[in-house]
């Protein structure tokens, strides 16, 4: 099938590939941008290891086509450490409270939160369990994920005020 090049911002900086019409945004992400970090689970909408933010919101990116995300913004796990590699206060927050294990629901679960913290500094337990109730984890047990979220959450409040 006949390929066609998609011009995107990823993590803030313009990148192009080529894709087929129904390739996925997950396949263009990983096999086209060399974007391994986000993980590749069910395929099918159901485990959110997938997620990245989609011009601000989260989205499972095995149920978005890559022709799609033409002109748009998509933001991956790459995105969040520093340049220098350091950690963010959401990774660093899930590190502390140990918030996985496998690590292989984490990318998900991490973009899932960002995009949570980002609207809502002071979220409730609920509200972290709704923004990440799309995410299945296997191993870590989803107390020590909200834990993390919630830590992360006083840190960012301490270093704004
Ligand atoms: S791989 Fe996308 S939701 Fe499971
Ligand atoms: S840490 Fe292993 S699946 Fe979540």
Known sequence: MSRRDISLTVNG???S???????????????VLG???????????VCGACTVIHEGQPVRSCLMLAVQAERQSIETIEGLAGEDGSLSVLQDAFRDAHGLQCGYCT?????????????NTSP????????????????TGYTQ???????AAERLRETSS
């Open 145 to 151: 994920i909200i834990d993390s979220i919630r830590l």
């Open 107 to 119: 990318p998900g679960m991490l973009m899932s939160a960002e995009a949570l913290l980002r609207e």
């Open 35 to 45: 974007l391994s970090g986000t993980h590749m689970g069910c395929e099918h909408g």
């Open 17 to 31: 590939g080529a894709a087929e019409p129904r390739m996925t945004l997950l396949d263009f992400l990983r096999d």
């Open 13 to 15: 900086k313009a990148l």
């Open 124 to 139: 409730t337990d609920e509200n972290i369990r709704e923004a990440i109730g799309g995410n299945i984890c296997r191993c």
